[in-house]
């Protein structure tokens, strides 16, 4: 019985100190912030009582209703501010980079991204670095992926290449590109819920699931 205590002990703690460890990570960027005299302050008084509860800021709110593997990742991505001035198709490849893993190094396409794409992925890479050294600092092992290499896929995809052609310039097999592209639609598709994003924005995630959202990705449509 003692050495199980102990044991849901060290458990509880190790939770306990990813959660202050996550903490300390939002609150970093400005996810969070203290009631009364604003971020990094446990003393802010509310009403007259200390309080030390954390409330989100409207990019806090934004990563909150946002699902995925590095929810904090993909909400700085979209509040960024790079991927506002992309096109549809370009929105849609630029998302699947956000949440593309690639399990075998030696996958590849024969597509290129546009250059717009290059440059919007391009702009992500200090907020990438910036957040990788602080989940390291802190021991947090959550995935902060900007994938190029295959995601040119799903930028043709969207421009309407044919799927027996789109299959045909790349080494991975159909079922994975149907994921790559189903994941990419995942997240297209919460966008335009996610708070304190722009209509331009939302409308341009609309556009993009529109364009990828097609036989055999959606297999209800022949």
């Given at each position: 019985?003692?050495?199980?205590?102990?044991?849901?002990?060290?458990?509880?703690?190790?939770?306990?100190?990813?959660?202050?460890?996550?903490?300390?990570?939002?609150?970093?960027?400005?996810?969070?912030?203290w009631s009364g005299v604003?971020?990094?302050?446990?003393?802010?008084?509310?009403?007259?009582?200390?309080?030390?509860?954390?409330?989100?800021?409207?990019?806090?709110?934004?990563?909150?209703?946002?699902?995925?593997?590095?929810?904090?990742?993909?909400?700085?991505?979209?509040?960024?501010?790079?991927?506002?001035?992309?096109?549809?198709?370009?929105?849609?490849?630029a998302f699947a980079a956000?949440?593309?893993?690639?399990?075998?190094?030696?996958?590849w396409t024969r597509y290129?991204?546009?250059?717009?794409?290059?440059?919007?992925?391009?702009?992500?890479?200090?907020?990438?670095?910036?957040?990788?050294?602080?989940?390291?600092?802190?021991?947090?092992?959550?995935?902060?992926?900007?994938?190029?290499?295959?995601?040119?896929?799903?930028?043709?995809?969207?421009?309407?290449?044919?799927?027996?052609?789109?299959?045909?310039?790349?080494?991975?097999?159909?079922?994975?590109?149907?994921?790559?592209?189903?994941?990419?639609?995942?997240?297209?598709?919460?966008?335009?819920?996610?708070?304190?994003?722009?209509?331009?924005?939302?409308?341009?995630?609309?556009?993009?699931?529109?364009?990828?959202?097609?036989?055999?990705?959606?297999?209800?449509?022949?």
């Open positions: 019985l003692d050495d199980r205590q102990e044991k849901l002990s060290r458990q509880s703690q190790r939770h306990w100190e990813e959660f202050v460890s996550l903490i300390d990570i939002l609150q970093h960027f400005g996810c969070l912030e604003g971020p990094g302050s446990p003393q802010a008084t509310n009403g007259g009582q200390a309080s030390d509860e954390p409330i989100p800021t409207p990019l806090g709110q934004s990563v909150a209703a946002i699902r995925g593997d590095n929810e904090l990742w993909l909400g700085l991505a979209l509040r960024s501010g790079e991927l506002d001035s992309l096109d549809p198709h370009q929105f849609a490849a956000l949440v593309t893993e690639v399990s075998r190094p030696d996958s290129d991204l546009s250059s717009q794409v290059e440059e919007a992925l391009g702009g992500l890479r200090g907020i990438r670095r910036k957040l990788f050294q602080l989940q390291r600092r802190h021991q947090v092992m959550l995935p902060v992926w900007l994938e190029h290499e295959l995601v040119g896929l799903v930028e043709q995809w969207a421009l309407g290449v044919d799927w027996l052609e789109l299959c045909a310039n790349t080494s991975l097999d159909e079922g994975d590109v149907v994921r790559l592209l189903r994941r990419t639609l995942d997240f297209l598709s919460q966008v335009p819920h996610v708070p304190h994003v722009s209509t331009e924005l939302k409308a341009n995630a609309y556009r993009a699931i529109q364009l990828i959202d097609r036989f055999p990705v959606n297999e209800s449509i022949e």
